[in-house]
């Protein structure tokens, strides 16, 4: 194989040493050449100076002298130097003793010259003798010509670098025919035996080792060329044999795929009549997925409206005078049902949130009032328990956050409700706080537990963690499922960390953005004058919340632990006790002591005991103020103002204002049933209402005809006309755009809140009926500044 000189490798590699060898001779050539024309300068210089200081001593005697004739043989003298041109002796007057030049070397190649050296150097040197050295006797002065010196030097310097360069074209004419013999012959040899591999017969071909490289790169390349040549006879080998197996393997194939497309065809008209049967049964799930929320809609509507009675007579009578058995006995007959009514409504929720039809209100409200009320509500249950139930709020948690406040206290009242439901002995705490973007409530206990592999168990619908809990603590296993969704449909977190016997704390992460309009409102400036000492036992541990408190409030707090009620020493705790002093005591017994030692003592007992029948009723004679625990924050600061004297009236206020808020209103109950008229009748009467009953919308329609009416109650689902229908018409007939219009119903399915707006009402109730929940609703819009309807009104 021919290969051209200027691709040959031993031609770049020549090219390039030569190259990087000229390349540097030249480099040290023009540094040998700069020394040159340094060291020819200062020769020329101390050349000029030896000869000058030769013609000093003769030149001063003719001076002295002033001999003309000897001046004249001096200066031809200096002359005959090639380089001077011209030379002078003058006096001390600048006269001319002696004068001699002659013209400059001319040559078309002076300038180079000229620009190394300069044309012309002057030398003068003072003349004096050595006995009168003081005196001046005049200057001998040369002009020199450079142009000899600098001949000299370029003719050293062109030699220099001519020289160098004929070498290096030397060395690369030798350094090509040695790496021809090394390297180019011996590759061509190996090139000319590759290609003269037959393209059929590649892996029957071996290359030979050329002579004298058997162990240098080429040699190695060889062996490893030869290598793969039998690699490759190898991978021949075997590509013949699976050739001749995939020309089986083809004829199967064909057999195969002839086969496999008679069954597609087959399968395929088993799919077209699949598709149309998934086509009926899809219509027919649609159509029973509708059943199933329409049945859903009429039961509870069914259901409800009997419990309304039910309920709603049982409280009425539990209002009448009656004997303690028989208070009991209804007591239970009302909690049951309210048991059985929040079964229905866990069971109407999960269906909710499965169908993806639950939403969720996006309102300011305050957390920490939800808990406390939440925690008011299941006191009663705890107390009858004999566990404690805590809050631990922080302090500074924010006043109102933006969220849904019904299914937050339907979050936090199951898992309360179902922490006291567990838990035997001990205490059930609900921790409130903020953490980064989220708000958490834990719901702690110390109840029987949870076994590791059954954390996730109970938080499946119908599912407890032991077969024998719904027996032997009751329950459906509905209300952690449904926690576990309503948080999953807020964007948080139900998580529970537990061990058996030892009681199981449930935390609850939901992301809710903070209202920074919500300012919490000071705290009274009489307090800040006052110490507040907190005496409580040891393993009390609700009162470090409330020491918390209190000083988040800026007041002056003194903590005073005790062992037990008999080690309790009241001498110490009354050590240098200001006269404005301000005890938080949990104990009666603690109240007795303190109050006998000192009278004058503002004394408040924060515990959850009820002394109005039972022995201790007797210690009521030593505080002034008693605070059911677990408390709230309003009623913590009701407290401290009423056991200084700053509020006295704000109990009985509460009560008379809910009893006597409905004077003067009057109210149309547009209602059905009988039995919830009788209900709703007697707690809107007791709340000071004049109540009218309609017993459909028509009948609703005419009597709004003929009378004036505060708000309208209006049930949904009634004959002759609904309450849809109802509204409407007294909305766009009547024109009675401003009387307020609440609905009152047993639907509580998606879409039944957003049926009533559309249809013009104001608000949306559910049965039962519930008093304060009435109460609320009727102040809200009857106590909306009235506007003026239209003319008709």
Same mark, same amino acid.
Not at 423 to 452: F, M, R, S, W
């Given at each position: 194989m021919k290969i051209n000189l200027s691709n040959r490798l031993s031609f770049k590699l020549a090219r390039n040493t030569v190259l990087v060898a000229l390349s540097l001779g030249m480099v040290l050539n023009l540094f040998q050449v700069l020394l040159d024309y340094l060291n020819e300068k200062i020769s020329l210089d101390l050349d000029i100076q030896a000869l000058i200081t030769i013609s000093h001593t003769p030149a001063s005697q003719i001076a002295y002298n002033i001999d003309s004739r000897l001046a004249e043989e001096l200066l031809d003298g200096l002359l005959k130097h090639p380089s001077i041109i011209e030379a002078e002796i003058i006096d001390t007057d600048n006269r001319v003793l002696a004068r001699k030049h002659r013209q400059l070397t001319t040559s078309p190649y002076r300038w180079l010259s000229d620009l190394l050296f300069d044309p012309t150097r002057n030398y003068a040197t003072q003349l004096s003798v050595q006995q009168l050295s003081d005196i001046d006797l005049g200057n001998l002065n040369v002009v020199v010509d450079t142009y000899p010196a600098g001949t000299a030097f370029l003719k050293r310097a062109a030699f220099t670098l001519v020289s160098g360069f004929i070498k290096s074209l030397a060395l690369s004419a030798l350094l090509l025919f040695v790496f021809y013999l090394m390297l180019t012959k011996p590759l061509l040899k190996v090139i000319n035996s590759v290609s003269e591999v037959d393209p059929e017969t590649p892996e029957k071909v071996r290359l030979p080792v050329p002579k004298g490289h058997q162990y240098d790169e080429i040699g190695i390349l060889v062996e490893s060329t030869n290598d793969h040549l039998q690699t490759i006879e190898r991978s021949l080998q075997l590509v013949r044999k699976t050739e001749s197996r995939l020309k089986n393997y083809s004829e199967q194939l064909e057999q195969i795929v002839e086969t496999r497309t008679r069954e597609l065809s087959e399968k395929n008209d088993q799919l077209i009549k699949s598709n149309q049967e998934l086509v009926v049964a899809k219509e027919e799930a649609v159509r029973r997925a509708t059943a199933r929320a329409d049945f859903l809609a009429n039961m509870s509507h069914e259901i409800r409206t009997p419990f309304n009675g039910v309920l709603g007579m049982i409280s009425l009578t539990m209002e009448e005078p009656l004997s303690d058995r028989q208070k009991r006995q209804l007591d239970v007959a009302y909690n049951s049902g309210v048991s059985l009514l929040d079964l229905l409504n866990d069971i109407l929720d999960i269906s909710k949130v499965e169908a993806g039809k639950l939403t969720l209100e996006t309102i300011s409200f305050d957390f920490r009032h939800t808990i406390e009320e939440v925690a008011s509500l299941m006191a009663q249950n705890a107390h009858a328990k004999h566990i404690e139930l805590e809050l631990d709020i922080d302090p500074a948690f924010p006043e109102a956050v933006i969220g849904d406040?019904? =299914?937050?206290?339907?979050?936090?009242? +199951?898992?309360? &409700?179902?922490?006291? @439901?567990?838990?035997?002995?001990?205490?059930?705490?609900? $921790?409130?706080? $903020?953490? +980064?973007?989220?708000?958490?409530?834990?719901?702690?206990?110390? #109840?029987? &537990?949870?076994?590791?592999?059954?954390?996730? $168990?109970?938080?499946?619908?119908?599912?407890?963690?032991?077969?024998?809990?719904? =027996? @032997?603590? #009751? &329950?459906? #296993?509905? #209300?952690?499922?449904?926690?576990?969704?309503?948080v999953t449909h807020m964007q948080g977190t139900l998580t529970v960390e537990s061990l058996e016997h030892e009681g199981s704390c449930f935390t609850t992460k939901i992301p809710l953005e903070i209202d920074i309009t919500a300012r919490a409102k000071p705290i009274a400036k009489k307090l800040k004058a006052f110490e507040c000492q907190v005496i409580y036992q040891e393993s009390n541990t609700q009162f470090e919340y409330l020491i918390n408190q209190l000083q988040h409030w800026g007041l002056s707090v003194k903590p005073v632990t005790y062992p037990d009620i008999k080690k309790f020493d009241a001498q110490k705790v009354l050590i240098n006790t200001p006269e404005k002093t301000l005890a938080l005591i949990d104990a009666p017994e603690v109240c007795k002591i303190i109050g006998n030692d000192l009278p004058n003592k503002h004394i408040i007992l924060i515990s959850g005991k009820n002394f109005a029948d039972n022995k201790d009723s007797q210690h009521q004679l030593f505080f002034d103020t008693h605070l059911h625990s677990p408390y709230s924050r309003k009623n913590l600061q009701k407290a401290l103002l009423k056991s200084v004297g700053a509020d006295h009236n704000d109990a009985q206020t509460d009560i008379n204002e809910s009893t006597t808020s409905g004077e003067g209103h009057s109210i149309l109950l547009v209602e059905d049933n009988q039995v919830n008229q009788m209900v709703a009748k007697a707690i809107l009467t007791k709340l000071g209402y004049r109540v009218m009953i309609a017993y459909n919308g028509q009948e609703a329609v005419d009597l709004i005809k003929t009378n004036s009416f505060d708000a309208v109650l209006m049930d949904c689902h009634m004959p002759v006309m609904d309450g849809y229908e109802a509204t409407q018409y007294i909305r766009s007939k009547l024109r009675k755009k401003h009387l307020p219009i609440i609905a009152v119903t047993a639907n509580v399915m998606h879409g039944d809140r957003e049926k009533c707006y559309s249809a013009g009402m104001d608000d949306y109730v559910t049965k039962p009926y519930e008093r304060h929940v009435l109460l609320e609703v009727l102040k809200k819009w009857i106590e909306k500044p009235e506007s003026t309807d239209e003319a008709s009104d």
């Open positions: 406040p019904t =299914r937050i206290r339907q979050i936090v009242s +199951n898992l309360t &409700g179902n922490a006291i @439901k567990f838990t035997e002995h001990g205490t059930v705490t609900i $921790k409130l706080y $903020k953490e +980064n973007a989220y708000i958490v409530v834990q719901v702690i206990d110390t #109840g029987i &537990g949870i076994a590791p592999d059954s954390t996730e $168990k109970i938080f499946a619908p119908f599912s407890q963690a032991y077969s024998d809990t719904t =027996r @032997k603590f #009751g &329950g459906t #296993g509905l #209300g952690l499922a449904l926690c576990r969704q309503l």
